[in-house]
T-cell receptor
Framework: DSGVTQTPKHLITATGQRVTLRCSPR?????VYWYQQSLDQGLQFLIQ???????AKGNILERFSAQQFPDLHSELNLSSLELGDSALYFC????????????FGPGTRLLVL | QQQVKQSPQSLIVQKGGISIINCAYE??????FPWYQQFPGKGPALLIA?????SEKKEGRFTISFNKSAKQFSLHIMDSQPGDSATYFC????????????FGTGTRLQVFP
């Protein structure tokens, strides 16, 4: 158990809908990262937050957004969902803005029908 | 230039054998090379990592070999066990780009008794 929690575990929704994925980092970790894992794209970095501020952006679509709250939990919002957004979404956390080890949560499996 | 190429896509090894997974990169600014292990239904977990100032790092049955001039690094699993059956991802990151991890495409390892 990495200490990173993600909810929900599974999510089934329809095209055009909006969903929110939630992540609680390990106790004491200030950095949160979001990754998307799909069969054809592998693990892709989406975005990083450090202590409430956006730190780095990867291949995140404009339809997706994230934020990190004062209690350090983070939410990833996915809107206008398309079939191709079906994937596993992982949250990871680390202690500092640059830490060698990122601890991954169990993921949220999103299925868009 | 930001890609990390990983091979093979899948690997079948007999118990007690050596599993070898290879990765190659282009960006010479990369300065941290971790390997992650992912079991079905779980998030990736850090297995072992290396920096470019050493050519080899060993932790138990797991060894990373690093060839800076060839821009390649590999994971060796000695005395492979059925419990090692998982998907393995190599990754890379660099100091001027925070902790964003660039992942390889993954290798599915199956170890048969």
């Amino acid at each position: 158990d990495s200490g990173v929690t993600q909810t929900p575990k599974h999510l089934i929704t329809a095209t055009g809908q909006r969903v929110t994925l939630r992540c609680s980092p390990r106790s004491g970790d200030l950095s949160v990262y979001w990754y998307q894992q799909s069969l054809d794209q592998g693990l892709q970095f989406l975005i990083q937050y450090y202590n409430g501020e956006e730190r780095a952006k990867g291949n995140i679509l404009e339809r997706f957004s994230a934020q990190q709250f004062p209690d350090l939990h983070s939410e990833l919002n996915l809107s206008s969902l398309e079939l191709g957004d079906s994937a596993l979404y992982f949250c990871a956390s680390s202690e500092l803005v640059r830490s060698e080890t990122q601890y991954f949560g169990p993921g949220t499996r999103l299925l868009v029908l | 230039q930001q890609q990390v190429k990983q091979s093979p896509q899948s690997l079948i090894v007999q118990k007690g054998g050596i599993s070898i997974i290879n990765c190659a990169y282009e960006n010479t600014a990369f300065d941290y090379f971790p390997w992650y292990q992912q079991f079905p239904g779980k998030g990736p977990a850090l297995l072992i990592a290396i920096r470019p100032d050493v050519s080899e790092k060993k932790e138990g049955r797991f060894t990373i070999s690093f060839n800076k001039s060839a821009k390649q690094f590999s994971l060796h699993i000695m005395d492979s066990q059925p419990g090692d059956s998982a998907t393995y991802f190599c990754a890379a990151s660099w100091v001027y780009n925070t902790d964003k991890l660039i992942f390889g495409t993954g290798t599915r390892l199956q170890v048969f008794p």
